[in-house]
């Protein structure tokens, strides 16, 4: 019994002891499996990292040479590179443009005081010529002063009390059919002020949507007309569109930066190369 005990003990030591590098040729592997999964997760958050660094410049690009070459609105609109700050925009590929070129790429001045707030106004449509219907407009300016009027967004209507976070309204004065509704009180995911007009007439369809931002002193936004509106949504008016509402919020405030004034462009390129 000694010996085949002995025996046995010596094939188990020579099982183990030849186990041993299987095991640590194991853990090797395993470290290195480790280790090569963690730089593929490396490389891949470096990737989207620089793509949505990149997605504010290709949006600046993709516009900027598009709106140098448009013209101005009217006789006392100038053309939008004499607009001394930068402008909020979708991307130029963004659904709630598509199908549209540009119409009008315009700065002004805004207020009754002499020179007034610079702003700028730029336009989009299914076709570029003279006279074409509008359906879509972005627009923005610095300071609170033309918050929420630069947009078309209305003062309360008759009846509607300081607090309410919805009313309605008619174009057609009062009494008349309700055309409008007003949704107030409404905050973008960035912390902003937003205020949102649905208007429903015989003309069509519109929205108007405006923001401040207090980090940025800016205020901005679009409306939507025509076809383009009723693609945003809602064929009624109800108070369960400030859901749609807030969505469009949302949307402005995602809006990147495009430079198109020279003296920004020069300035930001300087920046760069710092």
């Given at each position: 019994?000694?010996?085949?005990?002995?025996?046995?003990?010596?094939?188990?030591?020579?099982?183990?002891?030849?186990?041993?590098?299987?095991?640590?040729?194991?853990?090797?592997?395993?470290?290195?499996?480790?280790?090569?999964?963690?730089?593929?997760?490396?490389?891949?958050?470096?990737?989207?990292?620089?793509?949505?660094?990149?997605?504010?410049?290709?949006?600046?690009?993709?516009?900027?040479?598009?709106?140098?070459?448009?013209?101005?609105?009217?006789?006392?609109?100038?053309?939008?590179?004499?607009?001394?700050?930068?402008?909020?925009?979708?991307?130029?590929?963004?659904?709630?443009?598509?199908?549209?070129?540009?119409?009008?790429?315009?700065?002004?001045?805004?207020?009754?005081?002499?020179?007034?707030?610079?702003?700028?106004?730029?336009?989009?449509?299914?076709?570029?010529?003279?006279?074409?219907?509008?359906?879509?407009?972005?627009?923005?300016?610095?300071?609170?002063?033309?918050?929420?009027?630069?947009?078309?967004?209305?003062?309360?209507?008759?009846?509607?009390?300081?607090?309410?976070?919805?009313?309605?309204?008619?174009?057609?004065?009062?009494?008349?059919?309700?055309?409008?509704?007003?949704?107030?009180?409404?905050?973008?995911?960035?912390?902003?002020?937003?205020?949102?007009?649905?208007?429903?007439?015989?003309?069509?369809?519109?929205?108007?949507?405006?923001?401040?931002?207090?980090?940025?002193?800016?205020?901005?936004?679009?409306?939507?007309?025509?076809?383009?509106?009723?693609?945003?949504?809602?064929?009624?008016?109800?108070?369960?569109?400030?859901?749609?509402?807030?969505?469009?919020?949302?949307?402005?405030?995602?809006?990147?930066?495009?430079?198109?004034?020279?003296?920004?462009?020069?300035?930001?390129g300087h920046l760069a190369q710092l």
């Amino acid at each position: 019994m000694r010996d085949v005990y002995s025996t046995s003990t010596r094939l188990g030591d020579r099982g183990a002891a030849s186990a041993r590098p299987q095991a640590r040729r194991f853990t090797r592997g395993l470290a290195a499996r480790r280790l090569l999964h963690l730089l593929v997760l490396l490389v891949l958050a470096l990737v989207t990292t620089t793509s949505t660094a990149q997605a504010a410049p290709e949006t600046a690009s993709s516009w900027t040479t598009e709106l140098q070459s448009t013209q101005a609105l009217g006789s006392l609109g100038k053309s939008i590179k004499e607009y001394p700050d930068q402008l909020l925009l979708p991307p130029r590929d963004s659904s709630l443009i598509s199908g549209l070129v540009v119409q009008s790429a315009t700065t002004g001045q805004r207020g009754l005081t002499d020179p007034g707030t610079p702003f700028y106004q730029v336009t989009l449509g299914r076709q570029a010529g003279a006279g074409q219907p509008i359906e879509a407009r972005f627009f923005g300016t610095r300071g609170a002063a033309l918050y929420p009027s630069l947009g078309g967004n209305p003062a309360r209507p008759a009846g509607c009390t300081a607090n309410a976070e919805y009313c309605t309204d008619s174009l057609f004065g009062p009494g008349g059919v309700l055309t409008t509704e007003v949704f107030f009180g409404l905050t973008s995911a960035r912390g902003d002020r937003a205020q949102v007009t649905h208007n429903l007439s015989p003309n069509g369809a519109s929205w108007a949507v405006v923001l401040y931002r207090s980090s940025t002193d800016q205020v901005f936004g679009f409306t939507l007309h025509g076809t383009t509106a009723d693609q945003a949504g809602s064929a009624d008016l109800d108070p369960s569109n400030r859901a749609l509402a807030q969505r469009l919020v949302d949307q402005a405030a995602s809006f990147a930066p495009v430079i198109v004034s020279q003296d920004e462009a020069l300035a930001a390129g300087h920046l760069a190369q710092l």
